[in-house]
């Protein structure tokens, strides 16, 4: 997938990112991490390490200006979305969640932010990025997790991994009986980062608070401004694209899987902001 963002990229570009990780060092993914962190956000096992994910990325022509390793952040917004499916009766996902953050704690999950430049290479359109997720994507053995939540069952649906049972759990997750709209709060599908973990002093967010946190941290970072042109793959419903469009000027492309997602961005859009949406 790194080879492919490289030649989405205008020359000059940057990447920032932040993605899954398998934490530090040679951590074998126990089974309880595979049934609660792999089979239920649909990700082959087992991901690569920080040093491993890196390394990857670097060699596809891609230059490490700066890294930063956020599993303590991931493992606090497990134990939120924990939390939060409990008050909401949502138990067994609750106690998936929990799983999850424990994963993080013993190093088999992690999560990073990291900023690259490109050496070369050009914007491309919709249909070629369209076309470059595609190629990216793996597949692996259909698994189904039984009673956390319906979307989280893939019977039927495609092996994990694939584009199918990717975009059936985020249709499903994301809509209006769906966990995500529940307990990740309005057009959230992700965690994010939590300043008070580094400076206790600081205000403790919460779940959508972190996340727009993340996507602030991430906008810094690049040092997007009025005149940048920002591809965000994996736009969700926007929310991260409006939010660095509101605040910086800048022009959004988002780019999503889930048709469902793409129509949400459009719909929650304020006029005024330099957006557009393709799936």
Known sequence: IFANIQRLLASGGQLVVSDFVAGFGRVE???????????????PCCLHSHARWTELAEASGLRLLRYEALDEHQQHGYLEL???A???????????YRWSAQAVRAGHVGMNL??????????????????????????????TVVGL??????????????????QHY?????????????????????????PHLSSPSLVRLNL?????????????????????????????????????ASLTGAACVGVDLTPA???????????????????
Request: hydrophobic letters at 35%; glycine letters at 12%; aromatic letters at 6%.
């Open 29 to 43: 993914a126990s089974a309880e991490t595979r049934l609660h962190w792999y089979d239920r956000t649909s990700v």
């Open 82 to 84: 924990a939390a939060a």
């Open 86 to 96: 409990r008050a909401h009766g949502m138990f067994a996902l609750a106690d998936s």
């Open 114 to 143: 990291a900023l690259f430049s490109a050496r070369g290479g050009r914007l491309a359109g919709s249909q070629e990025v369209n076309n470059a997720a595609a190629a990216s994507g793996g597949a692996a053995e259909s698994t």
């Open 149 to 166: 939540a319906p979307e989280l069952d893939t019977k039927g649906v495609g092996a994990i991994g694939s584009a199918a049972a990717a």
């Open 170 to 194: 985020y249709t499903v997750a994301g809509g209006s009986r769906g966990h995500y709209s529940r307990i990740l709060g309005p057009d959230n599908i992700h965690t994010g980062y939590y």
């Open 208 to 244: 959508p608070q972190a996340a727009d946190a993340l996507t602030e941290r991430m906008t810094r970072l690049g040092r997007v401004n009025s005149s940048s042109r920002v591809l965000d793959l994996g736009s969700g419903k926007g929310r991260s694209c409006r939010l660095l």
């Open 261 to 279: 997602n793409v129509e949400r961005s459009k719909e929650a859009a304020p006029p005024g902001l330099r957006r557009r949406y393709f799936h």
